[in-house]
């Protein structure tokens, strides 16, 4: 069953609501991109669904059960999280971290599991170096092995869902891709993923379906990625102007379909750079 918060309202404030009427299914197999301007939401909304805050009205379920009746351990077995920003205040290596996401399940870590998601991140060769040493791409990779460790040692049977708040915003580009790479083979592997991403390029290139919050944390447009990531649907809530292209090809013949899709601001198209830009 998937994860789902429903018509979900919330405030640190009452007189001023972060959220209002949100929502969101992140169904198994899908990657689910949460897009939206600064401030509208998108990090509390992912809390929200962690079950570390709670809707003053709305709901949110995981396996048809309310997410704050969930147990820790319960939560654990079910949900990974990789935030925006990993900080730990004491000296522990690389592999311990990532030993946390199966301690935290109440299991015994398994060498195996631990270093394979290692391998997935690509900074198995990391292991042993104290975490807090790494470069801040580095280090958002270990988080994601982290979480990868966590749904691959979850009870048969169990739900998986991971949420990622940004989670390329520290790599460089290859490793951005790769780590969407991954999280589509996560997604095929019948984990539901939730992302917050600005690069509204990425989202359209990976995700299956997409919610765009505006800057009041009202929902502008929430369905199919392709359908809501276009030009038209994003000025009103961002103010620029978008123009949907695709990458050029060495092949001139080769179809707009084959090729890598982008969301760019207008005014950065350079002539002759880009092919067939459509304008919103």
């Given at each position: 069953?998937?994860?789902?918060?429903?018509?979900?309202t919330?405030?640190?404030?009452?007189?001023?609501?972060?959220?209002?009427?949100?929502?969101?299914?992140?169904?198994?197999?899908?990657?689910?991109?949460?897009?939206?301007?600064?401030?509208?939401?998108?990090?509390?909304?992912?809390?929200?669904?962690?079950?570390?805050?709670?809707?003053?009205?709305?709901?949110?379920?995981?396996?048809?059960?309310?997410?704050?009746?969930?147990?820790?351990?319960?939560?654990?077995?079910?949900?990974?999280?990789?935030?925006?920003?990993?900080?730990?205040?004491?000296?522990?290596?690389?592999?311990?971290?990532?030993?946390?996401?199966?301690?935290?399940?109440?299991?015994?870590?398994?060498?195996?599991?631990?270093?394979?998601?290692?391998?997935?991140?690509?900074?198995?060769d990391?292991?042993?170096?104290?975490?807090?040493?790494?470069?801040?791409?580095?280090?958002?990779?270990?988080?994601?092995a982290?979480?990868?460790?966590?749904?691959?040692?979850?009870?048969?049977?169990?739900?998986?869902?991971?949420?990622?708040d940004?989670?390329?915003?520290?790599?460089?580009?290859?490793?951005?891709?790769?780590?969407?790479?991954?999280?589509?083979?996560?997604?095929?592997?019948?984990?539901?993923?939730?992302?917050?991403?600005?690069?509204?390029s990425?989202?359209?290139?990976?995700?299956?379906?997409?919610?765009?919050?505006?800057?009041?944390?009202?929902?502008?447009?929430?369905?199919?990625?392709?359908?809501?990531?276009?030009?038209?649907?994003?000025?009103p809530?961002?103010?620029?102007?978008?123009?949907?292209?695709?990458?050029?090809?060495?092949?001139?013949?080769?179809?707009d379909?084959?090729?890598?899709?982008?969301?760019?601001?207008?005014?950065?198209?350079?002539?002759?750079?880009?092919?067939?830009?459509?304008?919103?």
């Open positions: 069953m998937p994860l789902i918060a429903q018509d979900v919330f405030a640190y404030h009452r007189a001023r609501p972060v959220l209002r009427g949100v929502t969101l299914e992140v169904e198994p197999g899908r990657i689910s991109a949460i897009v939206g301007p600064n401030g509208s939401g998108k990090s509390t909304l992912v809390r929200l669904l962690l079950g570390r805050l709670h809707p003053q009205s709305g709901r949110i379920t995981l396996d048809n059960r309310p997410i704050n009746r969930l147990s820790a351990r319960a939560r654990a077995q079910r949900l990974a999280y990789v935030p925006q920003h990993a900080s730990l205040a004491f000296r522990y290596s690389v592999e311990q971290v990532v030993r946390f996401g199966l301690i935290a399940q109440g299991r015994s870590p398994s060498q195996s599991v631990v270093f394979r998601a290692l391998e997935r991140a690509d900074i198995a990391r292991a042993g170096e104290p975490f807090a040493q790494l470069s801040a791409g580095q280090q958002q990779r270990v988080t994601l982290r979480a990868i460790a966590q749904l691959s040692s979850a009870p048969e049977g169990t739900p998986r869902v991971l949420l990622a940004e989670p390329t915003a520290s790599m460089d580009p290859r490793h951005a891709l790769a780590c969407m790479e991954l999280l589509r083979d996560l997604a095929s592997d019948g984990v539901g993923v939730a992302i917050v991403i600005h690069d509204l990425l989202a359209l290139r990976v995700a299956d379906h997409a919610l765009l919050l505006d800057d009041h944390g009202r929902p502008a447009a929430s369905g199919p990625a392709d359908e809501v990531l276009t030009p038209a649907t994003l000025r809530v961002f103010g620029v102007r978008f123009a949907r292209v695709h990458a050029r090809a060495h092949d001139e013949q080769t179809p379909s084959e090729r890598p899709p982008a969301l760019i601001p207008i005014t950065t198209i350079a002539p002759g750079e880009l092919a067939h830009p459509r304008e919103g």
